[in-house]
């Protein structure tokens, strides 16, 4: 080691230039160690399965050779550990130890550490899909010392788990990729905003989207379809209305404004001898979810919000009772209905069927209230509000949605608009949502 510099000075051109080729080489193969490791590993493979699916060409070439993880790692480490090694001996050759340190520190600091790193933290996926081949060759040939220490790393640390965001993690994710955010993001706010309403339409129930039943609409079992009575179901330019039975809370059913198209006015029609469709009964603390299915079978858009009063924490299950109505809450809750036997009107307990009967026509949903008795539920359940699809569909765009007579938008903080400067109230009817 003592003849470095006469060893160099009477190097042959030839052996000259081949020991520079080899450091240059081993310069670059530390570079691209280097820069895979950081670019390949730091590739979460559900990014790469996203990117897949989403058609890009390049990624199903990467995704085979980053699956086992800690053998890539292995891998790589291993081929930058062997450049860096030999990188000082053929620099020995050519200059004295002390500037073999200094150069190879330099050569490795700068062209096989920084650089590759910085580019391949850019462009690590494309860099990775071109030499996805070399990284292969390089996983056969390392392949005996690199994958016993591949297993033990996996013994050790558990394979390479796939980390899913979460709920709130997922929506801030979403919000970055609007355009909006000013991150470069394609995403429109109507897009951001429907997508964040519905992943937070999980953890909102009906309480939160309902109308209090004091500022519903609805009309009397018992009421006549007048001039008057019909002007005011005009005047709310709702598509359904709710019938109650002697007490506005007692919901027992609703009327297409549609129906009433063929009633005189002039003859007094009752309501009873119209058409009753029957109307779901939802828990408040049922998921807007749940009900946006049950919305979806057809049987009803819009249901009656109820209370337990019990605090039961049983989750609802949709049943029909054989009295009538629909009702969506625990099998052990029975149904009651009253009763005339001539000596009075009696509560009677009417068992719940669980039984499931298809929509076919809406045969099923009519209610008779000529031959059937009238529903009446368990005291334990009071009505606190109704609920609607459009409600469901206004938690999911997160905006209201204006009917042309609607007078207030947000039901939360009742923002007064008018949508009808010529619509005029009439006493003793609230307006205040439709359905």
Same mark, same amino acid.
């Given at each position: 080691m003592s003849n470095h510099g006469d060893g160099a000075?009477?190097?042959?051109?030839?052996?000259?230039?081949?020991?520079?080729?080899?450091?240059?080489?081993?310069?670059?193969?530390?570079?691209?160690?280097?820069?895979?490791?950081?670019?390949?590993?730091?590739?979460a493979l559900?990014?790469?399965?996203?990117?897949?699916?989403a058609g890009r060409p390049q990624d199903p070439k990467i995704f085979p050779v980053v699956k086992n993880q800690h053998l890539l790692l292995c891998t790589l480490l291993i081929g930058n550990s062997l450049a860096m090694e030999a990188l000082p001996i053929f620099l020995d050759k050519l200059v004295p130890p002390w500037a073999a340190i200094v150069i190879s520190v330099t050569l490795i600091l700068m062209f096989g550490e920084i650089l590759p790193q910085a580019v391949c933290t850019r462009y690590g996926l494309v860099v990775g899909a071109t030499l996805a081949p070399?990284?292969?060759?390089?996983?056969?040939?390392f392949f005996p010392i690199s994958y016993p220490i591949s297993k033990v790393l996996d013994w050790m640390l558990g394979k390479g788990q796939t980390a899913l965001l979460r709920r709130a993690e997922l929506?801030?994710?979403?919000?970055?990729?609007?355009?909006?955010a000013?991150?470069?993001?394609?995403?429109?706010?109507?897009?951001?905003?429907?997508?964040?309403?519905?992943?937070?339409?999980?953890?909102?129930?009906?309480?939160?989207?309902?109308?209090l039943i004091s500022k519903a609409f609805s009309?009397?079992?018992? /009421? =006549?379809?007048?001039?008057?009575?019909? #002007?005011?179901?005009?005047?709310?330019?709702?598509?359904?209305? !709710? +019938?109650?039975?002697?007490?506005?809370?007692?919901?027992?059913?609703?009327?297409?404004?549609?129906?009433l198209l063929g009633v005189d006015p002039d003859e007094g029609v009752p309501l009873r001898k119209i058409t009753i469709r029957k109307i779901p009964r939802v828990p408040e603390s049922m998921p807007l979810y749940d009900i946006l299915n049950q919305f979806q079978k057809g049987h009803s858009h819009i249901a009656v919000v109820y209370k337990?009063?019990?605090?039961?924490?049983?989750?609802?299950?949709?049943?029909?009772?054989?009295?009538?109505?629909?009702?969506?809450?625990?099998? /052990? =809750?029975d149904v009651y209905a009253?009763? #005339?036997?001539?000596?009075?009107?009696?509560?009677?307990?009417? !068992? +719940?069927?669980t039984t499931l009967k298809r929509h076919k026509g809406c045969s099923f949903c009519i209610l008779d209230v000529e031959n059937v008795p009238i529903p009446e539920f368990p005291p334990n359940q009071a009505a606190v509000g109704v609920i609607s699809m459009e409600d469901v569909i206004e938690e999911l765009l997160k905006e209201e949605i204006l009917d042309e007579t609607d007078e207030y938008v947000n039901i939360h903080n009742r923002i007064k608009v008018n949508m009808n400067a010529s619509h005029e109230q009439l006493p003793g009817i609230s307006s205040e949502q439709p359905f």
């Open positions: 000075g009477g190097m042959t051109l030839s052996v000259y230039v081949e020991n520079l080729v080899i450091i240059v080489s081993l310069v670059i193969f530390a570079g691209l160690m280097a820069g895979l490791t950081l670019g390949l590993m730091s590739l559900v990014d790469l399965e996203v990117l897949i699916k070399f990284v292969r060759v390089l996983l056969w040939l929506k801030t994710f979403v919000n970055f990729h609007g355009n909006e000013g991150k470069g993001g394609d995403l429109t706010h109507d897009e951001t905003t429907i997508i964040t309403g519905a992943l937070e339409m999980t953890e909102k129930t009906a309480k939160d989207a309902m109308t009309l009397d079992l018992d /009421a =006549t379809l007048n001039l008057e009575t019909l #002007n005011a179901i005009m005047a709310m330019g709702h598509s359904r209305v !709710p +019938v109650y039975y002697q007490n506005p809370l007692n919901i027992i059913g609703l009327v297409l404004v549609k129906n337990d009063l019990n605090q039961t924490n049983v989750k609802p299950l949709d049943e029909h009772d054989s009295s009538g109505s629909d009702v969506i809450q625990p099998k /052990a =809750t009253l009763t #005339n036997d001539g000596e009075g009107q009696k509560v009677q307990k009417i !068992p +719940v069927t």
